[in-house]
């Protein structure tokens, strides 16, 4: 055995940011390295991504997580033991063979992506490296271009809103402590704002305000007052960005904005959002039609794909064939990359490299069930992804993130380079 060959793989109950039981995976070298990850979890969920394995019953809701965490216990640790972990590739594709289900519920995707992130950290720190430069390798890398969330609505924000995240992008800033300067006082002057004007009635999900609208598009209006009050240029300094998520309110091909009262067609949908993209300073936009309106999406990539950047989730699911596809028939110019929804860190780098291959932008994500686990960020830079999407700029969950982007801004010193505004490419 070699000195990074897997000793143990160890998988333990830990909790996310909504309390709910997750996975978290220790893997053991031969050398001593450890490493260590946890499994995030979605609540709007594609239905072509990697399943988490979930007791059901009635303990923590149904939620427990015994069965995962007996496969990290059980079959992977008998399929890893004693591989290389350095053979990040090799490994992954140990897992999914041996789950060898299509969505990886045999193993669970929790398990399965909570023991790759960990192989990942393991052998970062057995070559005395942190993860991004492991992952990163010789390649360049810039530190990404943030998209962090004001407002929480739909999934999030028990669908007070029907948009989904109402964010802010930095795009004016020239470094990413400058970036998440400006975004905090665009998140302080939000807050003030809705508290004067009795719209404020909590925390979403991930982080950002639960408010209390008239309409969708009154949750705009106040993003573009946020920025204004903060002193900035809407813009110019920063610019808004939607997760529309609209499988969750799409039906027999038709939307139901609820807080609206709308009921729309495919047309009825895109002359909204293109009126949005009008009226305001939106720079990116996320899953504007449900998963399987395919005819919807490339015919609004067709009207506004030169204007602003139109993300692929739910879409594509982090799936390089998806994206190699949804790149051919011109869906799309921008893709999530959320590792858990592959299921193994081999298979989110590969949907990556897809994009880029495609000339697509890339937006490194985390979920809205998280935890203080900090993967996401080292990935986001070790993939030189250019953007990154975390949540709100509130909750440790959250915040553990984009501090530690501040140390690794800090630690590449003169070196450092943001990605800002120029990651946005639109075509």
């Known amino acids: 055995m070699s000195a990074t060959s897997i000793a143990r793989v160890h998988g333990r109950r830990v909790f996310d940011s909504r309390g709910r039981p997750t996975v978290e995976a220790q893997i053991e070298l031969q050398n001593g390295a450890i490493g260590r990850a946890i499994a995030p979890s979605g609540a709007s969920r594609g239905s072509q991504e990697a399943v988490d394995l979930r007791d059901g019953g009635v303990r923590f809701g149904g939620h427990d997580v015994t069965r995962a965490i007996g496969s990290v216990n059980g079959p992977i640790a008998a399929l890893l033991r004693g591989s290389d972990a350095l053979d990040q590739k090799g490994i992954d594709q140990q897992m999914i063979d041996g ?19 960990a192989v990942a950290h393991a052998a970062a720190a057995a070559q005395n490296m942190p993860l991004w430069r ?15 969330q004001i407002f929480g609505g739909g999934a999030h924000a028990g669908r007070r809103i029907d948009i989904q995240d109402l964010m802010v992008m930095p795009i004016g800033a ?9 975004v905090a006082d665009i998140y302080r002057a939000a807050g003030t704002l809705m508290q004067e004007a009795g719209k404020l009635t909590g925390v979403a999900d991930e982080g950002g305000y639960w408010p209390v609208f008239e309409s969708n598009e009154d949750a705009l209006t106040m993003l573009v007052r946020a ?26 091909g038709r939307y139901r904005l609820a807080l609206d009262g709308r009921d729309l067609d495919r047309d009825g949908m895109a002359e909204l959002v293109l009126h949005w993209i009008e009226r305001f300073p939106i720079a990116s936009i996320e899953d504007p039609f449900a998963e399987d309106d395919v005819t919807g999406w490339r015919r609004f990539t067709a009207a506004a794909g030169s204007r602003v950047q139109i993300v692929g989730d739910d879409l594509l699911t982090t799936n390089a064939a998806r994206v190699a596809e949804a790149a051919t028939g011109q869906l799309c110019n921008a893709v999530l990359i959320k590792p858990n929804q592959a299921g193994t860190l081999t298979e989110a780098h590969a949907a990556l490299e897809a994009a ?7 937006i490194v994500s985390a979920r809205s069930g998280e935890s203080e686990d900090v993967s996401i960020a080292h990935l986001a830079v070790g993939w030189n992804a250019g953007q990154i999407k975390v949540g709100s700029f509130a909750r440790s969950e959250r915040m553990a993130k984009w501090n530690e982007l501040l140390r690794i801004e800090e630690a590449l010193g003169n070196d450092a380079r943001y ?4 990651a946005l490419r639109v075509r």
């Open 227 to 252: 920025i204004e009050h903060a002193g900035l240029r809407p813009g110019v300094d920063a610019a808004l960005s939607l997760d529309i998520a609209a499988t969750e309110f799409s039906s027999n």
């Open 99 to 117: 789950d060898a289900t299509p969505a990886k519920s045999r193993f669970g995707g929790n398990a399965i992506v909570a023991v790759s992130l």
């Open 356 to 362: 880029q291959r495609a000339s697509l932008s890339a």
């Open 134 to 148: 492991y992952v990163a390798g010789d390649q360049a890398v810039a530190l990404p271009l943030p998209e962090i």
């Open 419 to 422: 990605a800002g505004g120029g």
């Open 174 to 182: 020239e470094t990413l402590g400058a970036a998440l300067a400006m």
